[in-house]
């Protein structure tokens, strides 16, 4: 989740949803929404104390491309060019490929500045 809900957001959409303009400084959230899930968002007009349920959900479209994106990201594809095999890697995968051949030519470095300063 990338944005914050705060009471202008909780009073657009009652008045989306129920057709019910009310003022946002009526709600009194002690902080905005970071998260997902249901919450209850105390609203205050006169003497009148009620407490207003608020579930925050994910946009459908929003929650389909991350999972695109996550599912492109773990899995290995493969395509035929020519005669060559192209194998597409995930970020994970070669990062622990850059990571072995770092240690690999740090292993090298060693061992040669040992028989270097070995006399």
Known sequence: MYAKVDENDVAKAINDTYGVAIEPHYLKLKKKITALGS???PFLYKEIKKDVAVKVEQDPEEADKIAKHNAAKKS???EIVG???VIKKTREEMAA????????KREETIKRLKE???D
Do not use: D, N, P
């Not at 490929?97 to 690999?104: I, P, W």
């Open 83 to 85: 005669e060559e095999v």
């Open 97 to 104: 490929e850059k990571e072995a051949a770092r240690l690999v």
């Open 116 to 118: 270097k300063f070995k």
């Open 76 to 78: 290995k594809t493969h």
């Open 39 to 41: 919450f209850s968002v």
